[in-house]
């Protein structure tokens, strides 16, 4: 640089890499009320956002609320199984903060609302709700097996929320393989093998003109181990790794607005 010119220096140049837009599950979340943008608690995601609210906008999809300082919420932990109810996994990625703006604001549009609250694990394998636990159809869900046996290292507890004219309020607190029993769910258990081979993330894709369900998986064991608890509908796997190797899968990479109903 010539004398006559402005120097400057640096010591960082920080950068808020957007590869993992791939996983459009995390950015925000879809609830029985409609579309609610998250917000990430890694400082270097938040653009991720800012630019799904620009596109959600471009695409006419209406937005009707955002997760403000200090919520924290990512997608991959909110799990909607009915018009009656939906889950949020609360603990490395998602906090109750978030989950108490989803109540006081009325995003949500259930009667009851469960916050699945990782007491002591907090590990990166099981960051979301969704790497632990997911539903194949409104009767049987895939789990992780000691998660569902209420194992007290990786103990979820279920807080159910009831919403009253007053706003939701606190109804019970139990383990959460607990109250998948007391929901009369079927649960197909995965090991820890299974759930870091992305056993247990896979998507649900509705009901075919029969009414049978069909479900998408990336993990070969899976069509065997749920036709051997009952399920009948199609099962379509695929191989997926190069989605997997930036540690993710199919729930992570697909984002659901609405249902259809036939």
């Given at each position: ?17 957007l ?10 979340i ?6 609610v ?23 006419g ?17 909110f799990?909607p ?13 998602t ?17 009851r ?6 007491l ?7 960051m ?14 895939v ?9 007290h290292?990786?103990?979820r507890?279920?807080h ?21 029993k007391r929901?009369k769910f079927?649960?197909?258990?995965a090991?820890?093998?299974q ?8 998507l ?21 181990a ?13 191989d ?13 990479a ?9």
């Amino acid at each position: 640089m010539d004398d006559t010119s402005t120097s400057f220096s640096y010591d960082k140049l920080s950068i808020a890499p957007l590869a993992n837009l791939t996983f459009t599950r995390d950015q925000q979340i879809t609830t029985a009320k409609g579309l609610v943008i998250g917000r990430f608690g890694a400082p270097q995601r938040r653009t991720e956002n800012r630019l799904m609210e620009h596109v959600w906008n471009q695409l006419g999809v209406p937005i009707i609320g955002t997760i403000d300082p200090p919520g924290c919420l990512e997608g991959g932990d909110f799990i909607p199984l009915s018009a009656d109810v939906c889950l949020l996994g609360v603990g490395l990625r998602t906090n109750v903060e978030a989950a108490q703006q989803l109540m006081q604001k009325d995003l949500l549009g259930t009667r009851r609302f469960v916050i699945v609250e990782d007491l002591y694990d907090r590990d990166q394998q099981r960051m979301h709700l969704d790497t632990y636990f997911n539903v194949v159809n409104e009767h049987l869900c895939v789990c992780l097996d000691k998660v569902m046996e209420d194992d007290h290292n990786f103990a979820r507890i279920a807080h159910e929320y009831v919403r009253t004219e007053k706003g939701y309020v606190l109804e019970t607190s139990m383990p959460f393989g607990e109250w998948l029993k007391r929901e009369k769910f079927t649960v197909v258990p995965a090991t820890h093998k299974q759930q870091e081979g992305y056993f247990i993330n896979l998507l649900h894709l509705g009901k075919d003109d029969n009414g049978k369900d069909r479900v998408f998986t990336i993990n070969p064991e899976v069509e065997r181990a749920i036709k051997e608890h009952g399920f009948d509908g199609k099962v379509f796997n695929i191989d997926f790794s190069p989605i997997t190797t930036m540690y993710g899968g199919a729930h992570c990479a697909s984002q659901v607005l609405r249902q259809a109903h036939k």
